[in-house]
């Protein structure tokens, strides 16, 4: 026997290496039924008397397979409410109108009574976890300031872009302003935000602060006296 023979006679019973074992996937397919779930037991019962058991029966799903996903009912209900958010400020869904005062208005849109009432539930729900557990308030605030101030972000680098605010205006601070007033309406006024409060909003508060509206000058003539 060659050496070369002698070579692939030990390549052939050279044995094979192990297949490796994947952990098994876990299944996110029922997510969206078990954040649907939980955030009709939140209404409902607010975040105390919440429990992962009415959670699993409402979704008709595994106590085992929401815990883990998510690890606590804080964990759940943070979820549940920033993908309720994320569905109402579809990115492909805002509007463009061509003035800031239009964009904002374009986003009211028309919510039935018990709708309303229904989001008061949940926020309030929301405000009981953040009550009881304070240390949760920065994700609550992710979850339901951030979305909407990343929109009114949008809206007004656009207005700058077009010369319709001026670009020295406080983005930051007007675009959290319309999340932070909401918030405090519902968790503790116990009001809803309605059409009426958030075109109020707009023109009494976020056009006067973005120096639009009330005898305000325009951007270009405000840079222009800047300049003088």
Not at 17 to 38: F, M, N, Q, W, Y
């Amino acid at each position: 026997m060659t050496q070369l023979d002698s070579t692939a006679e030990a390549a052939d019973v050279t044995p094979a290496a192990p297949a490796v074992k994947l952990g098994r996937r876990r299944d996110h397919s029922r997510d969206p039924e078990i954040l649907d779930a939980a955030i009709d037991v939140l209404a409902e019962t607010g975040f105390d008397g919440m429990t992962i058991d009415m959670v699993a029966a409402r979704a008709k799903a595994g106590k085992a397979t929401i815990y883990r996903r998510w690890p606590s009912k804080a964990d759940l209900v943070l979820d549940a409410v920033a993908c309720m958010k994320a569905g109402e400020l579809d990115p492909e869904r805002l509007p463009d109108t061509g003035t800031l005062r239009g964009d904002l208005v374009a986003m009211i849109r028309p919510r039935s009574i018990e709708e309303g009432e229904r989001k008061l539930r949940i926020m309030g729900g929301l405000f009981g976890m953040i009550s009881s557990s304070p240390e949760l308030a920065d994700a609550a605030h992710a979850a339901l300031i951030e979305p909407r101030a990343a929109v009114n972000r949008l809206f007004l680098q656009r207005a700058i872009d077009r010369g319709e605010v001026s670009p020295d205006c406080d983005v930051e601070t007007i675009a959290k302003l319309t999340p932070a007033m909401a918030a405090f309406r519902l968790l503790i006024e116990k009001r809803p935000v309605d059409a009426e409060f958030l075109l109020s909003l707009i023109d009494g508060v976020i056009l006067p602060a973005a120096g639009i509206g009330h005898g305000a000058p325009p951007a270009t003539q405000a840079g222009q006296a800047r300049s003088r």
